[in-house]
């Protein structure tokens, strides 16, 4: 897929980030493998961790799939 548009490099919302992670990895996080856990208790400024806000002005998918 191929996105085009405006993108925004936002700060890293730690509530936001688990409400997202509990979506798809379960709400008990002692189940989460140990780097999913990181994103939420290490420094996100130390770490780099970002969110990235594409508000996509096109969209293109292309059918990848192959006949054996």
Excluded: C, N
């Excluded at 979506?23 to 970002?50: N, S």
């Amino acid at each position: 897929m191929i996105a085009r548009g405006k993108a925004a490099v936002l700060p890293f919302d730690v509530p936001r980030g688990r409400r997202k992670l509990s979506r798809y990895l379960g709400a008990d996080e002692t189940r989460w493998d140990e780097r999913f856990r990181r994103y939420l208790h290490d420094d996100p400024a130390e770490r780099g961790t970002v969110w990235l806000r594409l508000r996509p002005s096109s969209l293109t998918a292309t059918d990848l799939s192959y006949q054996v």
